[in-house]
């Protein structure tokens, strides 16, 4: 029986679990790839207090290497379910069954599909989510990006290094991401902007995209462009499938807690970007760590 199990390895998961293991816990983390998380995807992180400039899987070794020395256990597993028994919380993986005193969900958040024609068609032969994984694949081309927040305007700048041209496209004609992303945007060269603009279709030959077919909302007009590649950053949707039978899930399937991370199951816990809140940041998401740790300690304290 653990004290705490924590589902997700990310910069909320591996904060929980540093505070829990020095507080003397025995406490297991159960992930599915490999620890990090979104940083894992993140090629330069400026944001983070202490470091000027850090890459994702940087970080995400930094965080990680600490927790074995402290005696977390570090368990590789797919949760499909958590069942809560009262004092027993089961936490279920395709292989075992775990049992615990108090459960930490950490699992976070995934990239929101576009859903428009030619989207799944060329998913890898030219539809991308992840710059830093695929951008040094489309050297010299001319890319699309789509969507308007700091994901999007990021890993444009980042596809700069590689493209030699990237565009763009947003649905209203204002940026959401923050101004200094927008300030690097603007200011960059190889980026251009389409306003007011969806795409409608992704287009290509029998090995990958060619061109993509665009539309502007307020005129209606549609176009199609050449376009080697298409990076899609349209937001974010929670993982949490495998809480939904907790009822503990609102209706898009984030997940509420109070001011301590707890859930509306007494013992059962929420922290990062799939907690229900307005700012899903790295330094966000290492906070929630630290207090739903902390609220986990007091909660086995009194009950058991
Ligand atoms: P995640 O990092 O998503 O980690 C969740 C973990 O849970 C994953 O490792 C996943 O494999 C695991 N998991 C999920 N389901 C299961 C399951 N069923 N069983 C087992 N394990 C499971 N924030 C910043 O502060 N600065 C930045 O520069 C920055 N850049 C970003 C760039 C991009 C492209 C994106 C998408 C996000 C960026 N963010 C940035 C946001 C930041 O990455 C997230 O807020 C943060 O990673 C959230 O941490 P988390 O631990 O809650 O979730
Ligand atoms: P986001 O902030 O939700 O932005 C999604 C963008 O996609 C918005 O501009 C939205 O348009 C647009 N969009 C949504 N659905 C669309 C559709 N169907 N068609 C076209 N456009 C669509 O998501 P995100 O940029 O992935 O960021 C997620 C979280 O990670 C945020 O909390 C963000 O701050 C964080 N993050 C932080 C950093 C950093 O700190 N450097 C970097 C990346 C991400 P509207 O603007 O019109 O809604």
């Not at 927790?67 to 256990?73: C, N």
Request: a negative charge; glycine letters at 10%; one cysteine or more.
């Amino acid at each position: 029986m653990y004290d705490i199990i924590i589902i997700g390895s990310g910069p909320a998961g591996m904060t929980a679990a540093l505070y829990a293991a020095r507080g003397n816990l025995k406490v297991a983390v159960l992930e599915q790839g490999a620890p990090g998380g979104q940083m894992n995807n993140t090629s330069d992180i400026e944001n983070y207090p202490g470091y000027e400039l850090i890459s994702g899987p940087e970080l995400s070794m930094k965080m990680y290497e600490p927790l074995e020395k402290f005696g977390v256990e570090n368990l590789y597993g797919i949760v499909t379910a958590v069942e809560d028994h009262g004092s027993v919380k089961k936490v279920i993986t395709d292989d075992d069954i775990y049992e615990s005193k108090t459960v930490i969900v950490a699992t976070g958040a995934k990239h929101r599909l576009l859903t428009v024609a030619g989207e799944d068609t060329y998913t890898s032969r030219g539809v991308s989510y992840c710059a830093v994984c695929d951008g040094a694949f489309f050297r010299g081309q001319d890319l699309l990006v789509v969507g308007g927040g700091d994901s999007a305007v990021e890993e444009a700048l980042f596809l700069t290094r590689f493209a030699n041209k990237v565009t763009i496209i947003h649905r209203r004609d204002e940026l959401r991401a923050q101004k200094l992303l927008q300030e690097r945007a603007f200011a960059n060269d190889k980026i251009e902007f389409i306003w007011d603009s969806v795409v409608k279709e992704i287009k290509g030959n029998d090995t990958k995209v060619t061109s993509v077919s665009i539309e502007n909302v307020k005129t209606g007009q549609v176009s199609t462009q050449p376009f080697g590649g298409i990076f899609i950053y349209v937001g974010l949707d929670p993982v949490s499938a495998m809480v939904a039978d907790l009822g503990i899930t609102d209706a898009e399937g984030w997940i509420p807690t109070d001011e301590k991370m707890q859930t509306q199951k007494a013992g059962i816990f929420a922290i990062g970007d799939v907690r229900q809140k307005d700012l899903r940041q790295i330094t966000t998401a290492v906070g929630d760590g630290a207090v739903a740790a902390q609220a986990a300690y007091h909660y086995i304290v009194n009950n058991f």
